[in-house]
């Protein structure tokens, strides 16, 4: 089955304990992206990659490292987190293609940094 | 820059109506692809319909169907004879290119609630 895998579902940390959250595709999808979603702001890009190795901030990319060493993968990490980075993420892929590929949605992650 | 805008927090809708959703976008390239996606409270995000920038007819899907304006930039989501199951957030999307890389910014999003 087409999937993108994000995990995990539901984390509670504390501020400044590094913390990983790992995004999957097995579509061979060339583009990946992470977004974060807070009430009345809607979906905000954090990062995306057009492909392996090559990666490019998004609108709000402070606080947030992430890596493409493999086209499957797409992990986003936070160092030290913050309560601001509280938020609900998507990771999305797609083929890269000309501006009419549809993102594939993970399920979502709900952070809460405490 | 590339912006997206939904002026319209919340609506109500009698099930069986219409409902039109309103999205105004803004880019500088000529290429560009609008994707509306719904959003249950289940939280998963449900791709509904596409319309390019160059296409000359109107995307629609079913009950969907995008209202493209081009002169206008706008993006309108018309839903017809509402279900309860449209009950949702529904966001506008656009992917453009912006200096050599592709971006995909979302609006603020519409919460629907179809009254019985």
């Known amino acids: 089955e087409a999937q993108v895998t994000q995990n995990p579902r539901y984390l509670i940390t504390v501020t400044g304990k590094k913390l990983t959250v790992t995004c999957s595709q097995n579509m061979n999808h060339e583009y990946m992206s992470w977004y974060r979603q807070d009430p009345g702001l809607g979906l905000r890009q954090i990062y995306y990659s057009m492909n392996v190795e090559v990666t490019d901030k998004g609108d709000v990319p402070e606080g947030y490292k992430v890596s493409r060493k493999e086209k499957r993968n797409f992990p986003l990490i936070l160092e030290s987190p913050s309560p601001n980075q509280t938020s609900l993420y998507f990771c999305?892929?797609?083929?890269?293609?000309?501006?009419?590929?549809?993102?594939?949605f993970g399920s979502g992650t709900q952070l809460s940094v405490l | 820059a590339q912006k997206i805008t939904q002026t319209q927090p919340g609506m109500f809708v009698q099930e069986k109506e219409a409902v039109t959703l309103d999205c105004t976008y803004d880019t500088s390239d000529p290429s560009y692809g609008l994707f509306w996606y719904k959003q249950p409270s289940s939280g998963e995000m449900i791709f509904l319909i596409y319309?390019?920038?160059?296409?000359?007819q109107n995307a629609t899907e079913g009950r969907y169907s995008l209202n493209f304006q081009k002169a206008r930039k706008s993006a309108n989501l018309v839903i017809s004879a509402s279900q309860l199951g449209d009950s949702a957030m529904y966001f506008c999307?656009?992917?453009?290119?912006?200096?050599?890389?592709?971006?995909?910014?979302f609006g603020t999003g519409t919460k629907l609630q179809v009254i019985p």
């Open positions: 999307a656009m992917r453009a290119f912006s200096g050599g890389y592709q971006k995909v910014t």
């Open positions: 319309q390019g920038s160059y296409d000359q």
């Open positions: 999305a892929s797609s083929f890269r293609g000309p501006t009419n590929e549809k993102l594939f």
